[in-house]
């Protein structure tokens, strides 16, 4: 069994910055990928980032230069730093994580691992950008 427990919403004017946290707890695999996302009222749960086990990192187009994943192995703490927040950030964030690759290979071709690709999700927190 696994917790994860997201922290660090807030509200903030366009620009801002926040820090998300998530901690895990509980049983970890040794291989694994761990993701933040988000979804805004009335909008389909959308991939922010992800990183890997092996340290590698994929961000979504719309956040590409504003946002990092990072996560501190100590603490079981997975990050995610935003910076120059657009009133589009806007949502709910959350965290998951499963075991094995982030990235999902067949057929010749591979994807990051989306939503639907991962078992364990935290409650999520909330992320409020005012223009």
């Known amino acids: 069994q696994l917790h994860l427990v997201e922290s660090g919403g807030g509200s903030v004017q366009s620009g801002g910055s926040l820090r998300l946290s998530c901690v895990v707890s509980g049983y970890f695999y040794s291989k694994y990928c761990m993701g933040w996302f988000r979804q805004a009222p009335g909008k389909p749960r959308e991939g922010v980032a992800d990183?890997?086990?092996?340290?590698?990192?994929s961000y979504a187009d719309s956040v590409k230069g504003r946002v990092t994943i990072s996560r501190d192995n100590s603490k079981n703490t997975l990050y995610l730093q935003m910076d120059n927040l657009e009133p589009e950030d806007t949502g709910m964030y959350y965290c998951?994580?499963?075991?094995?690759?982030?990235?999902?290979?067949?057929?010749?071709?591979?994807?990051?691992?989306?939503?639907?690709?991962?078992?364990?999700w935290g409650q999520g927190t909330q992320v409020t950008v005012s223009s």
């Open positions: 998951a994580l499963d075991g094995g690759d982030c990235w999902i290979r067949f057929g010749g071709h591979e994807r990051r691992r989306g939503s639907h690709e991962y078992n364990w």
């Open positions: 990183i890997g086990s092996d340290g590698s990192t």
